[in-house]
């Protein structure tokens, strides 16, 4: 079973950026798709964004579009998203999941991170 693990979450303020990253202990099937994904307190888990191994598309939620940039390292079986102009409303734990489709619902992922918390304050 491939395991994915977060990092790169942090404290920032508004305006700023960070980097998260994904790395993953192998590639199968199931990880034909990675995507990000947010939760924030007392709200429903939502798509950030998406990218695929094998030819590097992306998809992005409009909240984030322009803000945010997904890219992949093949040798690193690692994932980033680098978040730019942070606000407030991006304060969430953020969460890498691995699928076999390249889809954007949180069901179509079947492979979770454990999370990492981004805090952005005004």
């Known amino acids: 079973q491939v395991q994915l693990v977060e990092s790169g979450g942090g404290l920032v303020q508004a305006g700023g950026s960070l980097r998260l990253s994904c790395s993953a202990s192998g590639r199968s099937s199931k990880t034909y798709a990675m995507g990000w994904f947010r939760q924030a307190p007392g709200k429903e888990r939502e798509f950030v964004g998406a990218i695929t191994w094998s030819d590097g598309r992306t998809k992005y939620s409009d909240s984030v579009k322009g803000r945010m940039d997904i890219s992949r390292d093949f040798p690193k079986n690692t994932v980033y998203v680098q978040m730019n102009s942070l606000k407030p409303e991006d304060t969430a734990v953020y969460y890498c999941?691995?699928?076999?489709?390249?889809?954007?619902?949180?069901?179509?992922?079947?492979?979770w991170g454990q999370g990492t918390q981004v805090t952005v304050s005004s």
């Open positions: 999941a691995a699928g076999p489709v390249f889809g954007v619902r949180a069901f179509e992922y079947v492979i």
